[in-house]
């Protein structure tokens, strides 16, 4: 008896160890943490998520704002508007892509960098376009490096997934990038408008665009971020200001 007993202590024994041998090959999913979310509403009534990421209050859906903070309409270009107006315009400007209001419907609006910065303020109150530090702030807290974080073109490894909502909502699939919008910024590809007033390529689920109030060195020029459907880094540089990018706004 007691010959059977211990065959079948260890028989227990060794069916414990093989599951907890199979359990562990399993590979754990990373749980997408709880963030700490709102809602702001800017002076066209127009209201957006929000959401905290580290100490920063982000709002999670792209600027659609037609009016300054003050009341003074921002100017249109329309589809009756030739690109070259675009192009040598040097005050604050709007447009959606393609000349499409569906598209700024879904994507949000475009702005050239002269309404980013326009001193009848773009930003819902209490609110304001980052700055190239404040976009740092951010890559930083979803694990990029700080010597990664002042390079130019693609830095870091995995944020930008990070930032992106769902590729079957927005963005194009591509191989194995796989965004999981961890933070909660669900960034959208909403493309842009280049300095020449044409359309960016290849299109508006692609790409996406997003201006900080920085000047660049040359004083022509401004620091913007860029994502990509088919990259997991996220790209930082500078451009001219007739570029028509989205804008997120950071909590004062």
Known sequence: MKTKHKSFSYTIVLISLLFILISSCK???TPTPANET??????DNNTYKTVKIGNQWWMAENLK?????????IKTLTTSDPDSVWAQTIIG??????????????YGLLY?????TDTNNIAPAGWHVPSD???????????????????VNWRGDNEADKLKVAQSLNWASYGSVWSTNESGFSALAGCCRLFDGKWGNPGVT?????????????DNEAWFRYLDYKNSNVFRYHVAKSYGMSIRCVKD
């Open 65 to 73: 704002t037609k009016t300054y903070r003050n009341g003074t309409t």
């Open 206 to 218: 692609n790409t996406g665009f997003w201006w900080s109030t920085t000047n660049h060195a040359s």
């Open 38 to 43: 709102g809602t702001v509403t800017d002076i």
């Open 27 to 29: 590979k754990t999913p």
């Open 93 to 106: 400007h709007l447009c959606e892509f393609d000349k499409n209001d569906d598209n700024g419907k879904l």
């Open 133 to 151: 530090d404040e976009w740092k702030t951010l890559e930083m807290y979803l694990g990029m490096s700080q010597a990664d974080a002042d390079k």
């Open 112 to 116: 050239n960098w002269y309404a980013v």
